[in-house]
Nanobody, 118 residues
Framework: QVQLVESGGGLVQAGGSLRLSCVAS????????IGWYRQVPGKPRDLVASTTNSDSTYADSVKGRFTISRDNAKNTVFLQMNTLKSEDTAVYYC?????????????WGQGTQVTVSS
């Protein structure tokens, strides 16, 4: 069982920045992927950004504004969010995909609220 703890959410004005952090309870180097999703009420949880040991993937809506990074030594993944827009308002969830033997497991954090005021 991997535990993920997010922090860094809050209220920010449009055009501002926030940095989210996610600390994992075990080495993120061994994960297949680790990243961030977001969800607004009544809608599905959508991928924001994800990273493996070799590359990163971004949703089109955040490309050029958000940057995902990782500190393997601290088992931490970050999401730097710049030029925030009101449509970025959501609960942001950290996600990790871990392979154990022939099976993959997906773990989620508890979520952190990001609110962008216009």
């Amino acid at each position: 069982q991997v535990q993920l703890v997010e922090s860094g959410g809050g209220l920010v004005q449009a055009g501002g920045s926030l940095r989210l952090s996610c600390v994992a309870s075990e080495s993120i180097f061994s994960t297949d992927a680790i990243g961030w999703y977001r969800q607004v009420p009544g809608k599905p949880r959508d991928l924001v950004a994800s990273t493996t040991n070799s590359d990163s993937t971004y949703a089109d809506s955040v490309k050029g504004r958000f940057t995902i990074s990782r500190d393997n030594a601290k088992n931490t993944v970050f999401l730097q969010m710049n030029t925030l827009k009101s449509e970025d308002t959501a609960v942001y969830y950290c996600n990790a995909v871990v392979r154990r033997g022939l099976r993959k497991y997906m773990y989620w954090g508890q979520g952190t609220q990001v609110t962008v005021s216009s």
